[in-house]
C-alpha cells in the first residue's frame, strides 16, 4: 500500500502563493496515478488536479486552471501543488490521493492540510 504524507498548509492572503506537498512512500508508488482534491465546509470533496507520477497526462479542474501547477520531485518522492493568486474560495481541506491502474476511483489518502485564505 500507498501512504501519502500532505504538508504545507497554512494562512494567506487573496492574491498570494502557497505550495502544497504529498510525500509518498510503499510499494511501487511511482506506478500510481496522484491527484489533489479539496474539501470546502459544507461542500463535497472535489477534484482540483493529478496526473501520472511519470508527469503523464496532467489535468486541473477549471476553477483552478491556470493558477495552480502540479509537480513532482522524483528524488524526494514527493509531488507538490503550486497555487498562485489565492482566492478566499479557495479556502479548504486540500488531500493527496493515489489510485493504481487496476482502479477506476482514487482509493489511498493522507490526512489533509488546511488552506485558508483571507480576503
Known amino acids: 500500500q500507498v501512504q501519502l504524507v500532505e ?21 511501487s508508488f511511482n506506478t500510481y496515478r496522484m ?3 479539496r474539501q470546502a465546509p459544507g461542500k463535497e470533496r472535489e477534484y482540483v488536479a493529478g496526473f501520472s507520477w511519470s508527469g503523464a497526462s496532467p489535468s486541473y479542474t477549471d476553477s483552478v486552471n491556470g493558477r495552480f ?8 518522492n514527493t509531488v507538490y501543488l503550486q ?37
Not at 504538508?7 to 510499494?27: D, H, N, P, W
Open 69 to 76: 501547477t502540479i509537480s513532482r520531485d522524483n528524488a524526494k
Open 7 to 27: 504538508s504545507g498548509g497554512g494562512l494567506v492572503q487573496a492574491g498570494g502563493s502557497l505550495r502544497l506537498s504529498c510525500a509518498a512512500s510503499g510499494r
Open 35 to 37: 491527484g489533489w482534491f
Open 83 to 119: 497555487m498562485s493568486r489565492l482566492k478566499p474560495e479557495d479556502t479548504a481541506v486540500y488531500y493527496c490521493a493515489a489510485r493504481s491502474s487496476s482502479t477506476t476511483a482514487y482509493d489511498i489518502w493522507g490526512q489533509g492540510t488546511q488552506v485558508t485564505v483571507s480576503s
